[in-house]
């Protein structure tokens, strides 16, 4: 079983970053696909970014070039840097990790909020 905490959210400006950590306790931590999804208030959660085992990433269009997903294993926690934030990019952000396979479930955090004014 894997437990996540997600830490780092805040109130920023337009233009300003953040920087968000999920740390994570159990076993096994660096076989799981991590991955950040957001909600803003009356949408969906959507994937903002995602970064395998072997550190292959990916990110929604609306983030490419200005987020950027990492992981250190040795610390079982995974960053999100968030550069020139924008007003959109408000909600309350939540971490998962996905072993990728069948019989282990999926763990989802808390959430933390993040909110760019404008």
């Known amino acids: 079983q894997v437990q996540l905490v997600e830490s780092g959210g805040g109130l920023v400006q337009a233009g300003g970053s953040l920087r968000l950590s999920c740390a994570a306790s159990g076993s096994d931590f660096s076989i799981y696909t991590i991955a950040w999804y957001r909600q803003a208030p009356g949408k969906q959660r959507e994937l903002v970014a995602a970064?395998?085992?072997?550190?292959?990433?990916n990110y929604a269009d609306s983030v490419k070039g200005r987020f950027t997903i990492s992981r250190d294993n040795a610390k079982n926690t995974v960053y999100l840097q968030m550069n020139s934030l924008k007003p959109g990019d408000t909600g309350v952000y939540y971490c998962n990790a996905d072993s990728g396979i069948p019989t282990i479930p999926n763990y989802w955090g808390q959430g933390t909020q993040v909110t760019v004014s404008s």
């Open positions: 970064i395998t085992s072997s550190g292959r990433t």
